[in-house]
């Protein structure tokens, strides 16, 4: 665990100086992928560690968005049966996918690679 949060934070420092060296000189700058720490301060995060969804629960409004941060040593495909919303592709380690919800209910869903690891969010 210690050297995922490590390696997250490496990823941050990184995207962070590339961001800096990247937007040095342009009038306009380009949008750039928001790094871990700053999603994680600005919208609900559920986080994956290889063998739990944490939280396992969660609520939000219709209309927000939630991110998916795999922060396991693998890869992560995470899927609904109860609503596409939150079928995803493949995740890769250390990265994150945001998906906005609008359909109200609670939904299930689960680690395509251990069906077993589910977890729920319920749409308000």
């Not at 795999?70 to 919303?85: L, R």
């Amino acid at each position: 665990m210690q050297k995922a949060i490590i390696g997250v934070v490496a990823v941050v420092i990184i995207l962070g100086a590339v961001a800096l060296v990247t937007q040095a000189g342009k009038s306009k700058p380009a949008p750039t992928p928001t790094p871990a720490a700053a999603v994680q301060a600005a919208q609900p995060i559920v986080r994956y560690n290889g063998s739990a969804f944490a939280p396992a629960e969660y609520t939000v409004k219709a209309g927000s968005k939630l991110v998916f941060l795999n922060i396991s040593d693998n890869p992560v495909t995470i899927s609904s049966a109860d609503n596409a919303e939150l079928n995803m592709g493949e995740i890769p380690v250390h990265a994150s996918h945001t998906v906005t919800l609008t359909k109200t209910g609670t939904w299930t869903y689960h680690s395509e690679q251990n069906p077993a690891q589910t977890a729920k969010v319920t749409v308000q």
